[in-house]
């Protein structure tokens, strides 16, 4: 047992044929017998180690109300998208940051927990990458991603028609026209300024070329991919991006409150790389966002309480 950030971490060889699941299973009564709030004891799987090893983690205090560190750009700093984004800390006070270069990002949780906040974190470190474009369509209506219209190729708030509308129209030019002039880009470059076809800090700096990062966001996804008139649309060319994007400098970011088959179509959740999860209500949801097998794995947002918003 030792001291370790805002709390204290023990690390338990259970009986054997015990797993770290059955005691993920039982997280309540774990507490009940700690005598410590829900919120405040974290029990986790260490399949390095071997099959049997728990690494339990009890916070001072519950996690809704620990205070975090200041944001690490918050006075001074660079935004690159082509270097880890800080996007917050974990229970134990360390950063956790996300590469969105050549990668997507999917964000899902029940509604009032934090998704547009949660995807606010990373379209503002890619609007201060003075190389990033940004397309965003926020389908809430709320104006919550206000603050960054003025800095955007493309921008729509709304959950009518027409604001959908527009943003499939945004979204099949980049599927369309962007997959397409930007592959063609690379394939002409030689070889030894584009080394495994991939694009660079160097490349995406040269205007000419047009391989800057494109940041494509869509809140409240399900509003898009379960339309009547515009979903399979959608699909097909979310589809089309989230496939071929990353390698091309397109990243896809998406967040919705319905994690199902609908709203979250199949060849778009089996190609994102990186997910985040607010509080879910079951396993179906939890793996639907965290893909298959995460709450088998430890993985489990349905660990949360109504009190965990943002967490």
């Known amino acids: 047992m030792t001291r370790d950030g805002p709390g204290y971490r023990v690390a338990i060889d259970l009986p054997h044929g015990v797993t770290p699941q059955e005691i993920l299973d039982r997280r309540d009564k774990l507490a009940s017998g700690l005598r410590r709030p829900l919120g405040c004891v974290w029990p986790e799987p260490e399949d390095m180690t071997h099959a049997g090893r728990l690494v339990l983690y009890v916070c001072d205090e519950p996690l809704s109300k620990a205070r975090q560190p200041a944001y690490p750009l918050l006075r001074a700093g660079k935004a690159d998208l082509f270097e880890p984004l800080p996007f917050g800390t974990d229970q134990r006070c360390r950063p956790v940051s ?3 270069m050549f990668a997507n990002l999917l964000i899902g949780s029940i509604p009032r927990q934090g998704k547009t906040v949660a995807m ?9 990458d003075p190389r990033a474009e940004l397309r965003i369509f926020e389908l809430k209506g709320t104006g919550d991603l206000d603050p960054l219209a003025k800095c955007c190729h493309a921008y729509g708030s709304g959950a009518d028609d027409d604001t959908i509308e527009a943003a499939l129209r945004s979204l099949q030019q980049v599927a369309e026209v962007e997959l397409v002039k930007r592959a063609a880009k ?8 584009c080394p495994d076809s991939k694009i660079t800090p160097a490349l995406a700096g040269k205007k000419s070329l047009g391989l800057h990062p494109l940041v494509f966001a869509i809140d409240e996804a399900q509003e898009a991919f379960s339309h009547p008139d515009f979903g399979k649309l959608f699909e097909q060319y979310a589809t089309a991006v989230i496939k ?3 390698a091309l400098g397109i990243i896809l970011v998406l967040a919705t409150q319905r994690p199902d088959a609908k709203s979250l179509p199949t060849g778009v959740t089996s190609n994102v790389a990186l997910r985040f999860c607010l509080r879910v209500m079951d396993q179906t949801a939890n793996d639907m966002v965290l893909g298959t097998s995460a709450y088998k794995t ?6 949360m309480t109504v009190n965990d918003k943002g967490c």
């Open 186 to 193: 690379i394939r002409a470059l030689p070889k030894d300024e």
């Open 298 to 303: 430890g993985v489990r947002a349905t660990l």
């Open 244 to 246: 071929r994007g990353p």
């Open 98 to 100: 996300l590469l969105l």
């Open 120 to 128: 606010r974190v990373a379209l503002l470190y890619a609007a201060l």
